[in-house]
């Protein structure tokens, strides 16, 4: 598979990431490095991990991992979306959201590289250089997930309170699109 195929694949699996990032930074009352940069780190090294995992379950599990991902995806989005609009509306303490941030950075790291799972089955059938794609896919999305932060950031700061409802719905929708595509409600 050529680098120009590989680099299209990562575009492609990085999108959801980049969007959560931009809801990330949406949420942030100050853009920070240090918090962009562990957003491109969550993002990045689960969508280069699931590949992996995809990869070395090969064929075995390909038709439950592709039955029950869209499910799991939606689920997870909703939860932390429906969360981001209730905080927006209530007003909770500092300590509180930063105890919970590693668990929703886990959670949303999760969500958004179900679909790498299935790739990573495809890159085993292709014979794929595991190593070489997951280096792509993971620079790549850490590339787009650092950048919308600060895209988010840009536009979250002058409207904190309606970006964290924004972006707690834009969550929700993805979620949503995901769930129905997978359905063949809606085509890719």
């Known amino acids: 598979m050529s680098f120009i195929t590989i680099l299209s694949i ?9 969007s959560v ?9 100050k853009f920070s ?5 562990l957003c491109g780190l969550w993002f990045g090294c689960f969508q280069a991990l699931m590949p992996i995992i995809g990869y070395f379950l090969g064929v075995q599990f390909e038709s439950l991992i592709t ?5 799991i995806a939606f689920g997870l ?5 429906v969360n981001m609009i209730r ?29 790498a799972l299935a790739v990573g089955v495809t890159f085993a059938f292709l014979q794929v250089m595991i190593w070489k794609a997951i ?6 999305t850490f590339i787009f997930s650092f950048c919308g932060v600060a895209i988010g950031n840009f536009f ?12 707690g719905v834009i969550l929700i929708l993805i979620g949503t699109k995901i769930l129905l595509e997978h359905l063949g409600f809606l085509s890719y």
């Open 87 to 115: 905080e927006a509306f209530g007003e909770e303490n500092d300590q509180n959201t930063s105890n919970n941030d590693a668990k929703t950075m886990f959670l949303l790291a999760i969500a958004t590289s179900i679909d």
């Open 135 to 140: 280096f792509i896919i993971g620079v790549t």
């Open 33 to 37: 490095v240090k918090t962009a940069i």
């Open 21 to 29: 990032s931009i809801c990330k930074g949406l949420t942030t009352k």
């Open 156 to 167: 979250g700061s002058k409207y904190s309170k309606p970006a964290s409802i924004i972006g």
């Open 77 to 81: 989005l909703f939860l932390i979306g």
């Open 10 to 18: 990562a575009i492609a699996l990085s999108m959801d990431s980049f």
């Open 67 to 71: 039955s029950i991902d869209h499910w």
